[in-house]
């Protein structure tokens, strides 16, 4: 029940719409009727806005989510980790899976682009935006569940023999 009667006599309607999916803020709508008729009117009405409101796009894809949603979701974060995202989206995962959609981004195409990129850093640093942008996909309920938060490998580094004593810059038989 979401109208009580106030000790004026009056009713106040309020309604609970969740949270904004940009800003991530509760949203509410409330307003004052005189009757009980009414209340539950006007109580049918915001029901009605709460789920007309919630309804985001599903087929969007990676490039449009970020460019509308996560940009907006992430206002809070410091100004050279939006940075270090921003290069990352850039340099590494759009490159690969920027026209892919959300929901079909698997963990076969995570590791492909894993795999192609050239350094062991850039590849977890890649991984890891993707995934805090997955994480805010299933923040936001645009999709329920995502197979990107599966681990993904990492290629191995080459591995390279050095020696301790160091190399010898001149022989003796040159002295």
């Not at 915001?46 to 087929?59: A, I, R, Y």
């Not at 490039?63 to 270090?84: M, Q």
């Amino acid at each position: 029940m979401a109208y009580l009667k106030n000790k004026y006599g009056t009713y106040s309607v309020q309604v609970d719409a969740g949270r904004d999916p940009i800003t991530g803020k509760r949203k509410r709508y409330c307003g004052t009727t005189k009757n009980l008729r009414e209340a539950k009117k006007l109580e049918h009405e915001f029901e009605l806005k709460t789920l007309s409101s919630n309804v985001l796009p599903t087929d969007l894809t990676l490039v449009e989510f970020v460019e509308s949603f996560f940009w907006k979701n992430k206002s809070h974060l410091r100004r050279n980790t939006i940075r270090y995202y921003r290069s990352t989206l850039k340099r590494c995962v759009f490159l690969r899976l920027g026209n892919s959609r959300i929901g079909d981004i698997a963990t076969a195409q995570i590791q492909e682009m894993i795999n192609g990129l050239l350094t062991n850093r850039e590849a977890k640093s890649a991984r890891k935006t993707l995934r805090v942008a997955l994480e805010t996909v299933k923040d936001l309920n645009i999709i329920e569940k995502s197979s990107g938060f599966k681990v993904a490998k990492y290629p191995r580094k080459p591995y390279v023999k050095e020696y301790s004593s160091g190399e010898w810059v001149t022989h003796f038989e040159d002295h």
